[in-house]
């Protein structure tokens, strides 16, 4: 398993990067073990350097919980009173009742909100307190550009994740299916769902004493055969 895998996209050219996860695969190969690589969204940038990459990669996508979703957002306030119950404190907070506030500063992710808790913990003990107060979190906590920025990548992985129905329509239509089918998608990408229609191609009027365009008989058969002549 190899933490910030992203950094291997740190090369001069995507032709030394394909080489680098050749080799990854070729070790894999070898040794018959799977090879883990975890990391931000700049990981999608291997997803299709080659199609064998492609075809011997799966991609598990860890996605933040999301506040307009209500599966999501009840999880997120499980998650919260969790790390109420084991802060060691005497007198344990009530982290539940500024849920929004931890999630704002931390855009929903659980990673994010534990390292902060752990800033906030070390700041009460370091002032010999057994009390952890919102004051604490805002003293530790993110700052908006920081967490904006946060967001902005985050909210660009999620796109990228997201297959649009053109996308699939278009494939079918290489593959010589008709694209009818894939005229809405749904991608479970960060609980996303992507809706897009697959634009019509326009009819165009003809003009007056314009023909329909049709094929027109330009011999008959049995005359050229009867007379062996070119037609």
């Known amino acids: ?129 057994n009390v952890l107060t919102i004051g604490d979190l805002q003293a530790h906590a993110l700052s908006v550009s920081q967490c904006d920025k946060m967001l902005a990548e985050a909210s660009e992985g999620e796109v990228s994740l997201c297959e649009s129905a053109e996308e699939r329509g278009r494939l079918r239509t290489r593959l010589g299916l008709s694209p009818q089918e894939g005229r809405r998608e749904h991608s479970t990408a960060g609980q996303a769902v992507c809706e897009v229609e697959i634009p019509q191609p326009r009819k165009q009027r003809r003009r007056p004493g314009q023909r329909r365009p049709t094929r027109d008989v330009i011999a008959r058969p049995e005359l050229s055969y009867a007379t062996a002549a070119p037609v």
């Open 1 to 129: 398993m190899l933490d910030e895998a992203q950094h291997l996209a740190s090369v001069g050219s995507p032709r030394r990067l394909s080489d680098q996860l050749d080799v990854i695969k070729s070790l894999a190969n070898c040794t018959g073990t799977v090879h883990v690589l975890l990391g931000t969204y700049g990981l999608l940038a291997f997803r299709n350097l080659s199609a064998q990459l492609s075809r011997r990669s799966v991609d598990i996508h860890f996605p933040r919980y999301r506040a307009d979703d209500p599966e999501d957002r009840k999880t997120f306030l499980t998650v919260v009173r969790s790390f109420e119950q084991q802060l060691p404190l005497s007198e344990p907070p009530e982290l539940v009742k500024e849920w929004e506030y931890l999630y704002e500063r931390s855009i929903g992710c659980v990673g994010v909100l534990k390292e902060w808790l752990m800033r906030a913990l070390i700041g009460v003990f370091r002032r010999n307190a």
